[in-house]
């Protein structure tokens, strides 16, 4: 198996992993902490520019995590479709 064709199953096997955990209770926890992050937002006092930086990081951050994710199982779907096609190549002398 040539390097291309492993770190392409390397990048398959990790989207499955995270296709699983994002149909899990992971996408649940996201949306919670958005809620609760933008629910604390509301709470805070109108001087409290400190805290409400923070949780707008905390928001910024949780939806950049969940974009990473959702990024790796994409290209899990891609390198599928390379593979696919990798795969289904006329072999000459025994050589993809």
Do not use: C
């Amino acid at each position: 198996m040539a390097d291309d064709e492993f770190a392409l199953r390397r990048d398959m096997a990790a989207a499955a992993q995270v296709q699983a955990a994002l149909d899990g209770p992971i996408a649940a926890a996201f949306d919670t902490l958005k809620a609760a992050y933008h629910e604390a937002w509301e709470m805070s006092g109108p001087r409290d520019d400190e805290g409400r930086r923070n949780l707008h990081i905390a928001v910024t951050i949780v939806g950049k995590v969940r974009s990473h994710l959702e990024a790796v199982v994409a290209n899990g779907r891609l390198a599928e479709r390379q593979i696919a096609e990798i795969t289904s190549r006329p072999k000459r002398f025994g050589i993809v």
